[in-house]
């Protein structure tokens, strides 16, 4: 019954089997580790993206290289999801998450060699990601959510290396006011942090010692009219999404007028629209207006005539922030306005008249207002204030911390071995092979600090083996020092998140073998990469990775 191979795949497909397909995803996920790997750690250098139009973005943030990149290949794309999560879920760690994953699939690659199932694999590292995990929860140490001292530390260490080194005292200061005044405490005794009630604003121009945190809202705006009040002690707020015009004709419609009475006639409508919006609001008894549209000449006139303080073009996140700072609801018409929608508060111009501070009723919410001299400073200093805010808030609401610096990596892989000796059969291989994988971090912190690798991670290991379980780096001097003494700490969920996001990737990676494509797969078909693939065409790993990156690596 011997028939000819059925064709079931259009003309122009590619289909790539086992260990092709298998060393085709891994070549293309390891080239997105290490990619990132060199701005690990405090010493980890930046990166320059310029995007297709030209816009250039400085940073060192894991997470913002690999979604900034032009990435082009579906198991590339695979490992960017993992910073993703670990951005969604933790907010820090998203390098030491892509870099993870990829070492666990190079020592993949060497199982494979010898011939160890995939499944095997697959096994192995499911066990001892669950276990590094589990001793995770070992090793945390509990801390006491007041304690500011170890919150500080937890900011420091996760700022270190985003631009703020120069002035580290004043922003890990800020980070930890801000956080706690966005906290409660619950009932039970626990702490919630709600980050929604913190806003961000930037702004050019000043010193990044200027930084400031202040209560309530930031509005980066002037008044439309210069007879308008500045400063409003007893302020009604109205909140608008809408514009104060009148509804523009459309661009090509003509006005056909008969006499110039029809003329006036036609100006005079046009200014009893708008007189009647500015009604509108002043009987609401609102005396202030942030508008996050356009607001007529005239209309700024009849507001300043009533008093009325009011701003347009307020951005939409600043309207946004402002509705759950004052609890209020945004007006999107003019038919729906009433006086419920105004909420009370306080509004006033900062010195330099640049700003508006706004301040609801009961004092919930607060802006992080960061300064810097230029936008490139600005921006990389805004995600490294992002990821310290978010290990912050998770640091008080868990109250566990983990020494940093390589440290509580060495200690997992070591758990992580002894626990390999129980494991049976080849899975054995691959929980050891975890183990190895996780020490990629001491070993990466160590030579982007221009350390050896290897002397350190011995120095290293034989400290852990001593007992000694924060002994991590100090990237400045090269030794191996006390982390929690060093004050280098890290939040436990953030890394129970890696190393579960990491091996997630990497599994979902090592499970395929068979790749099936529609047309050409590759963009470019560069064939730098090993596990040159037949048809030439998917050989490339990251064929496409070219093409919005000009200026980077
Ligand atoms: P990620 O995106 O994974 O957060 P980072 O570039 O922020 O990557 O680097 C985080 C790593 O740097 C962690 O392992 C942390 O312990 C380490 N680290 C931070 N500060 C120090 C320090 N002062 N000395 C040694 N290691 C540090
Ligand atoms: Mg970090």
Same mark, same amino acid.
């Given at each position: 019954?011997?028939?000819?191979?059925?064709?079931?795949?259009?003309?122009?497909?590619?289909?790539?089997?086992?260990?092709?397909?298998?060393?085709?995803?891994?070549?293309?996920?390891?080239?997105?580790?290490?990619?990132?790997?060199?701005?690990?750690?405090?010493?980890?250098?930046?990166?320059?993206?310029?995007?297709?139009?030209?816009?250039?973005?400085?940073?060192?943030?894991?997470?913002?290289?690999?979604?900034?990149?032009?990435?082009? $290949?579906?198991?590339?794309?695979?490992?960017?999801?993992?910073?993703?999560?670990?951005?969604?879920?933790? @907010?820090?760690?998203?390098?030491?998450?892509?870099?993870?994953?990829?070492?666990?699939?190079?020592?993949? +690659?060497?199982?494979?060699?010898?011939?160890?199932?995939?499944?095997?694999?697959?096994?192995? /590292?499911?066990?001892?990601?669950?276990?590094?995990?589990?001793?995770?929860?070992?090793?945390?140490?509990?801390?006491? %959510?007041?304690?500011? +001292?170890?919150?500080?530390?937890?900011?420091?260490?996760?700022?270190? #290396?985003?631009?703020?080194?120069? $002035?580290?005292?004043?922003?890990?200061?800020?980070?930890?006011?801000?956080?706690?005044?966005?906290?409660? +405490?619950?009932?039970?005794?626990? !702490?919630?942090?709600?980050?929604?009630?913190?806003?961000?604003?930037?702004?050019? #121009?000043?010193?990044?010692?200027?930084?400031?945190?202040?209560?309530?809202?930031?509005?980066?705006?002037?008044?439309?009219?210069?007879?308008?009040?500045?400063?409003?002690?007893?302020?009604?707020?109205?909140?608008?999404?809408?514009?104060?015009? *009148?509804?523009?004709?459309?661009?090509?419609?003509? =006005?056909?007028?008969?006499?110039?009475?029809?003329?006036?006639?036609?100006?005079?409508?046009?200014?009893?629209? =708008?007189?009647?919006?500015?009604?509108?609001?002043?009987?609401?008894?609102?005396?202030?207006?942030?508008?996050?549209?356009?607001?007529?000449?005239?209309?700024?006139?009849?507001?300043?005539?009533?008093?009325?303080?009011?701003?347009?073009?307020?951005?939409?996140?600043?309207?946004?922030?402002?509705?759950?700072?004052?609890?209020?609801?945004?007006?999107?018409? /003019?038919?729906?306005?009433?006086?419920?929608?105004?909420?009370?508060?306080?509004?006033?111009?900062?010195?330099?008249?640049?700003? /508006?501070?706004?301040?609801?009723?009961?004092?919930?919410?607060?802006?992080? =207002?960061?300064? #810097?001299?230029?936008?490139?400073?600005?921006?990389?200093?805004?995600?490294?204030?992002?990821?310290?805010?978010?290990?912050?808030?998770?640091? &008080?609401?868990?109250?566990?911390?983990? %020494?940093?610096?390589?440290?509580?990596?060495?200690?997992?892989?070591?758990? &992580?071995?002894? !626990?390999?000796?129980?494991?049976? @059969?080849?899975?054995?291989?691959?929980?050891?092979? /975890?183990?190895?994988?996780?020490?990629?971090?001491?070993?990466?912190?160590?030579? $982007?600090?221009?350390?050896?690798?290897?002397?350190? =991670? &011995?120095?290293?290991?034989?400290?852990?083996?001593?007992?000694?379980?924060?002994?991590?780096?100090?990237?400045?001097?090269?030794?191996?020092?006390?982390?929690?003494?060093?004050?280098? *700490?890290?939040?436990?969920?953030?890394?129970?998140?890696?190393?579960?996001?990491?091996?997630?990737?990497? $599994?979902?990676?090592?499970?395929?073998?068979?790749?099936?494509?529609? #047309?050409?797969?590759?963009?470019?078909?560069?064939?730098?990469?090993?596990?040159?693939?037949?048809?030439?065409?998917?050989?490339?790993?990251?064929?496409?990775?070219?093409?919005?990156?000009? @200026?980077?690596?």
């Amino acid at each position: 019954m011997q028939s000819q191979p059925m064709i079931i795949l259009g003309e122009d497909s590619q289909r790539m089997k086992d260990k092709d397909a298998q060393s085709h995803n891994i070549s293309a996920a390891r080239a997105v580790a290490e990619s990132v790997k060199s701005t690990l750690g405090p010493k980890g250098m930046d990166k320059m993206l310029v995007s297709s139009i030209g816009d250039v973005t400085v940073t060192n943030d894991g997470v913002t290289i690999l979604t900034e990149m032009d990435i082009d $290949n579906p198991t590339a794309e695979m490992i960017v999801e993992v910073a993703e999560t670990q951005e969604d879920e933790a @907010g820090d760690g998203t390098t030491t998450a892509v870099a993870i994953a990829g070492e666990l699939l190079k020592n993949a +690659e060497d199982l494979l060699e010898q011939d160890i199932h995939p499944t095997s694999i697959i096994r192995g /590292f499911h066990l001892g990601s669950e276990r590094a995990r589990e001793e995770v929860g070992n090793v945390a140490v509990e801390v006491d %959510p007041e304690d500011e +001292e170890i919150l500080k530390s937890v900011a420091e260490t996760s700022m270190t #290396g985003k631009g703020a080194e120069l $002035n580290r005292d004043v922003l890990v200061d800020l980070v930890v006011r801000a956080v706690q005044s966005v906290t409660v +405490e619950a009932d039970d005794g626990s !702490y919630i942090t709600d980050l929604e009630f913190l806003d961000i604003e930037t702004q050019t #121009g000043r010193s990044v010692s200027e930084s400031e945190l202040l209560e309530g809202a930031v509005v980066d705006k002037d008044p439309v009219h210069s007879d308008m009040p500045t400063d409003v002690e007893d302020a009604g707020v109205l909140l608008l999404d809408t514009a104060i015009e *009148v509804e523009e004709a459309e661009a090509d419609a003509q =006005l056909n007028l008969d006499s110039p009475d029809q003329l006036q006639e036609f100006i005079e409508q046009e200014e009893q629209q =708008l007189k009647d919006m500015v009604e509108d609001i002043a009987d609401t008894g609102a005396n202030v207006v942030f508008c996050q549209k356009g607001i007529d000449d005239m209309a700024q006139h009849y507001l300043a005539k009533e008093g009325i303080l009011a701003v347009r073009r307020v951005k939409k996140s600043d309207i946004e922030f402002l509705s759950e700072l004052l609890e209020t609801r945004i007006v999107s018409d /003019f038919d729906s306005i009433s006086a419920d929608d105004v909420a009370s508060g306080r509004v006033t111009r900062d010195e330099t008249d640049e700003l /508006f501070y706004v301040e609801g009723e009961d004092g919930h919410g607060a802006t992080l =207002l960061l300064r #810097g001299s230029t936008d490139h400073v600005v921006d990389e200093l805004e995600r490294g204030i992002n990821d310290a805010l978010d290990v912050v808030s998770s640091t &008080v609401a868990d109250g566990r911390v983990l %020494p940093g610096g390589g440290a509580i990596e060495v200690e997992l892989a070591d758990r &992580v071995r002894d !626990y390999a000796d129980s494991v049976e @059969g080849r899975e054995q291989l691959a929980v050891e092979a /975890f183990a190895d994988s996780l020490e990629l971090v001491p070993r990466v912190l160590a030579e $982007n600090a221009g350390l050896d690798s290897i002397d350190t =991670l &011995v120095d290293l290991r034989a400290a852990h083996e001593d007992g000694d379980e924060h002994a991590g780096l100090n990237v400045y001097s090269g030794d191996v020092v006390d982390t929690f003494e060093a004050s280098v *700490v890290e939040p436990a969920h953030a890394k129970q998140q890696a190393i579960a996001s990491a091996s997630e990737a990497a $599994n979902l990676v090592l499970k395929i073998d068979d790749i099936i494509a529609a #047309g050409d797969l590759s963009t470019s078909g560069g064939d730098e990469e090993e596990g040159g693939a037949p048809g030439g065409g998917m050989g490339g790993g990251m064929g496409g990775m070219g093409g919005g990156m000009g @200026g980077m690596m």
